[in-house]
Nanobody, 118 residues
């Protein structure tokens, strides 16, 4: 399984971005997927996850109400719609995939940089 994240960029505070994560290879093996982020000097943190059907999602408290995770299995792509962006959202965002509903993530994308200016 290979993951390719895209959609990062520079945006002003209050703006929006949509990240995408394209899945290739053994796409049928992928169950839960998620977005993580790592800001400079900080540890990587979980942002949001979505199960295979898209019906079960999880959000970190810091992004609830502002970010929306979704996936289109027909296109083998996961998305993260980010609205009302804040400077503290600045980070490298990584997508990840798991072959199971629970447990550690098996596959990781290369990361895409999101920079929010004040």
């Amino acid at each position: 399984v290979q993951l390719q994240a895209s959609g990062g960029g520079l945006v002003q505070a209050g703006g929006s971005l949509r990240l995408a994560c394209a899945v290739s290879g053994r796409t049928f093996a992928v169950d839960r997927m998620g977005w993580f982020r790592q800001a400079p000097g900080k540890e990587r943190e979980l942002v949001a996850t979505v199960n295979w059907s898209g019906e079960s999602t999880y959000y970190a408290d810091s992004v609830k109400g502002r970010f929306t995770i979704s996936r289109d299995n027909a296109k083998n792509t996961m998305y993260l719609q980010m609205n009302s962006l804040k400077p503290e959202d600045t980070a490298v965002y990584y997508c990840a995939a798991n072959e199971n509903e629970l447990g550690d993530y098996d596959y990781w994308g290369q990361g895409t940089l999101v920079t929010v200016s004040s």
